[in-house]
């Protein structure tokens, strides 16, 4: 092939892209959709259920203050603390449960893992920015409330090439 | 007087010696900070527009993770063990999880070794692209920026819904992966997979058969046969000199000997072999997805309960698989503690650098970025 042609070729694949619609999406308008309500475990078959590993979601009448979550996360990212709770509850006698530092945890998935209780599940929410590194600090109280997600988006392939719809 | 080095200076830092050079020899240090040369540096000395010398100086980014890996036992070595290679995160995890199921005795569900498979292509087109697009950029092909790190959407959006994160999915486990894929995964997955493999066709008119790309990279450092195998490359660099070695083929692990695939060689070992080769590598992925789909059991377990702390035996093990960049081996020594007693993971961004002193000398320094990148190194991964 000449060069002057294979430069009109490199040139026309390009062009060709200026008719087709974009692939990207307008983020803070816009937001994809995930599988499923967030990353959950079922501790009696031993296997996860996918989707999406955002912030964490805790079941204050399932958690007995047992420990486990926060000991899966002393080797890995030291981020769950646990700490006291105002309510008294019949099965989480020492009123204690994980407090969890978004400035530290690394969305693995593992404390999820290892609670045998059904009491802590990954939701999709992924916004957790904020001015000060103490508000990345999430309390029991604030993780027990179930996120506002609004996504929707997803990508769609039809014959002229792919977007997000 | 220029002439004296002071001899703790020369130890500490040789590439940084105040000698007294002829005027015509410049030193030029590419990086740390420079974007062309990722995280690390690579001391040139320049005749003119000549490279007369190179050393590469790696290290930047060490983080421990060899000595971290001994204070943590083998699940919660799972999130650090990923983190050198975020975009291949799957396959560097790999030779962990089949070496610690060695360890451990595990037998690892049938289903699971498929998901493994699948995950695992999947990851090496995400870097692949990745690194592609950096390659286009420093050739100063703009839309090869653009074009991969969009596609690459694709398979990350794939990943995604299977393993729960967009980089860093810390999905494998020893004795098997975390979860089941979610419901109508299959189809999206070849949907996908299948426009995937089609942009990647498009590639070839913008990029590979370019003119100017071929005019910048073929018969830029050659590296021939006989020395890719005497500096001990691996992966992409080894094929592109005409060696027919992939793990794949010929350790199979999981479930590569059922699967309908084959290897690329090009005989040239030339920039612009080596850039192509991972590209061609991966159709082969989509091929490899495709066909695990309709081989994989429509279902069963994917996980084998391990005991909390589970320990392993007196004895060591090393597995390796074929990474995005290579071979990537762990050697795991055990000594009845929860904990390993030893791990070293052999990379081969590593073992490519070795090569690039060898290429670069006598090269022009314009043709320093295709010559580099084409050794497709990944910096964080070599330090470790």
Request: charged share 25%; net charge neutral; hydrophobic share 35%.
């Amino acid at each position: 092939m000449g060069t002057a042609s294979g430069i009109i070729k490199a040139l026309n694949s390009g062009i060709k892209h200026i008719a087709t619609k974009r692939f990207t999406f307008r983020y803070p308008e816009q937001k994809l959709k995930f599988v499923g309500d967030g990353y959950q475990y079922d501790p009696d078959s031993g296997v996860g259920i996918a989707g999406y590993k955002g912030r964490h979601i805790l079941f204050h009448d399932k958690c007995t203050g047992c420990q486990l979550c926060a000991i899966a996360c002393e080797d890995i990212a030291e981020a769950i603390a646990m700490v006291k709770v105002p309510e008294q509850w019949k099965h989480n006698k020492k009123a204690i449960m994980p407090q969890i530092d978004y400035g530290k945890c690394v969305f693995c998935g593992l404390c999820v893992d290892a609670c045998p209780f059904y009491a802590l599940y990954m939701t999709n929410d992924y916004e957790l920015s904020s001015f000060t590194k103490e508000a990345l600090i999430y309390t029991p109280a604030q993780l027990q409330v179930k996120p506002k997600v609004d996504q929707d988006v997803e990508i769609q392939i039809d014959e002229k090439g792919a977007n997000h719809g | 007087m220029s002439s004296h080095v002071y001899p703790k200076e020369k130890e500490i830092f040789p590439g940084l010696q105040l000698e007294k050079v002829d005027d015509r020899i410049m030193t030029l240090n590419v990086g740390p900070q420079h974007p062309g040369s990722g995280h690390m540096r690579i001391i040139l000395k320049v005749d003119g527009d000549y490279i007369v010398h190179c050393d590469p100086d790696p290290g930047y980014v060490h983080r421990g993770e060899e000595k971290m890996a001994e204070y943590r036992n083998y699940i919660t070595n799972i999130p650090h063990l990923e983190r050198p290679v975020i975009h291949d995160s799957c396959n560097i995890l790999y030779p962990y999880c089949l070496g610690v199921e060695e360890l451990l005795g595990l037998e690892v569900p049938e289903r699971a070794k498929y998901l493994r498979v699948i995950a695992a292509e999947l990851n090496r087109c995400v870097y692949t692209q990745y690194w592609l697009a950096i390659y286009g950029i420093f050739l100063g092909h703009s839309t090869m920026f653009m074009w991969p790190m969009g596609d690459r959407e694709l398979v990350i959006d794939l990943l995604d819904k299977m393993t729960g994160a967009r980089v860093t999915h810390a999905y494998f486990v020893p004795g098997g992966v975390r979860n089941d894929l979610p419901p109508n995964f299959e189809d999206v997955c070849l949907r996908q997979v299948n426009y995937f493999e089609k942009r990647l066709k498009e590639y070839a008119d913008i990029f590979y058969d370019n003119p100017i790309l071929i005019s910048r990279t073929k018969d830029t450092g050659i590296l021939s046969r006989e020395d890719a195998i005497k500096l001990g490359t691996t992966g992409s660099v080894l094929r592109a000199s005409g060696v027919d070695f992939d793990i794949r083929k010929k350790e199979p692990y999981d479930v590569y000997e059922e699967l309908d695939f084959q290897t690329n060689v090009l005989k040239e070992g030339d920039s612009y072999a080596r850039s192509k080769i991972p590209w061609l590598d991966m159709f082969e992925s989509c091929r490899i997805i495709r066909d695990a789909l309709k081989k994989m059991p429509k279902s069963g377990s994917v996980r084998v309960k391990l005991k909390p702390n589970p320990k392993g035996g007196d004895t060591e093990v090393y597995r390796r698989v074929e990474s995005g960049r290579g071979s990537l081996g762990m050697h795991i020594i055990s000594r009845g503690k929860p904990q390993p007693y030893r791990l070293k993971i052999s990379v081969g961004s590593f073992r490519n650098l070795i090569a690039m002193p060898h290429l670069l000398t006598g090269e022009m320094l314009g043709n320093m970025p295709a010559v580099y990148w084409s050794l497709n190194y990944w910096p964080v991964e070599a330090d470790r």
